[in-house]
Structures are given as structure tokens and as C-alpha cells.
């Protein structure tokens, strides 16, 4: 987490095709909010998670995987 990271566009490789339109936009709030980090380089935006962020990753993670918020 943090050392690596790869182009933005490779981020909707994962997603469904009818949400990648969407992928871009969430990519640059959760620049925004400190989650990804940014990454300019000659041959385009590169992303990667930021390792600070680790645990605020993890819990949304298990909230969108359980469809909810999670429970302690």
C-alpha cells in the first residue's frame, strides 16, 4: 500500500461496465479526501492508496462489502 501504484484508467478494469463512468469522478473525491494518492507523470495520472489511510480503507471496505454500515 502506498510504494506501488498504476494508471487511474486501470482502476475501472475492475468495475462493471455500466458504472465506469463513474470511477474517474469517485477517483478524484477520494484524492480529494486523502484516500488515493496523486501521482503525475509524463505518461498519465497514476494513483495509489494511501498508507496513512489504511484503517479509514479497510472500514469502508467491510461497509460496502456487507452493503452496510459496521457493527461493533
Known sequence: ???K?????NLKKGVK??????V?????????EG???HHPTGYGTQVS??????AEIDR???E??????EVK
Open 64 to 69: 460496502v462489502l456487507s452493503d452496510g454500515p
Open 49 to 54: 492508496l494511501n498508507p496513512q489511510k489504511k
Open 35 to 37: 484516500l488515493l494518492l
Open 5 to 9: 501504484h498504476t494508471s487511474i484508467d
Open 17 to 22: 461496465i455500466h458504472l465506469r463512468g463513474d
Open 60 to 62: 469502508i471496505i467491510k
Open 24 to 32: 474517474s469522478g469517485i477517483a478524484e473525491e477520494m484524492i480529494k
Open 1 to 3: 500500500m502506498g510504494g
